[in-house]
């Protein structure tokens, strides 16, 4: 039976569902938010983390706003031995902000997907040749964004 969360907890994670503050200090202002110390947050969110109710925290950029006004998913169909060393590579991209690998689908062979960000197509195009060239993977398709759709968070509380 799942041990029921406390109130300070059901504080925490309403307060994270709707994202981080914007600010240099973002865990300090949020603890004040909630009425708790900085530390209290901070080992509530590792303790968390411990037991696995909690992956990750991270930031959704929306990148139209920020002057990358181009993007693509970029497929990339690479032997299976060799995923984490090229997702490795294609991650240290600084155009890339994120990388990770799926299941291949019948008729669909392409395992390591990258999100690749440039100011034009063509930027976006020559970022991914380079990549192309780093890992020696040419078997890849560019998928161009059409309109970015609102991202939100899941809502818990």
Aim: proline letters at 4%; hydrophobic letters at 40%.
């Amino acid at each position: 039976m799942a041990k029921a969360i406390s109130d300070t907890e059901r504080k925490i994670l309403a307060a994270l569902q709707d994202g981080l503050p914007n600010s240099r200090t973002p865990y300090a202002d949020l603890a004040r938010e909630i009425g708790i110390s900085t530390d209290e947050l901070l080992t509530t969110l590792a303790v968390w983390k411990e037991e696995g109710k909690l992956r990750r925290i991270g930031a959704v950029v929306n990148h139209f706003q920020v002057g990358l006004g181009e993007g693509a998913m970029v497929v990339w169909k690479v032997e299976p031995d060799r995923v984490a060393e090229v997702g490795a590579v294609l991650a240290g991209f600084e155009e890339v902000s994120h990388a990770y690998e799926r299941q291949t689908a019948p008729g669909w062979d392409y395992n390591l997907y990258t999100m690749v960000h440039g100011t034009t197509p063509e930027a976006v195009r020559r970022t991914v040749e380079r990549m192309s060239q780093a890992v020696g993977v040419s078997d890849y398709q560019i998928l161009a964004t059409r309109r970015e759709l609102k991202k939100v968070p899941p809502k818990y509380v």
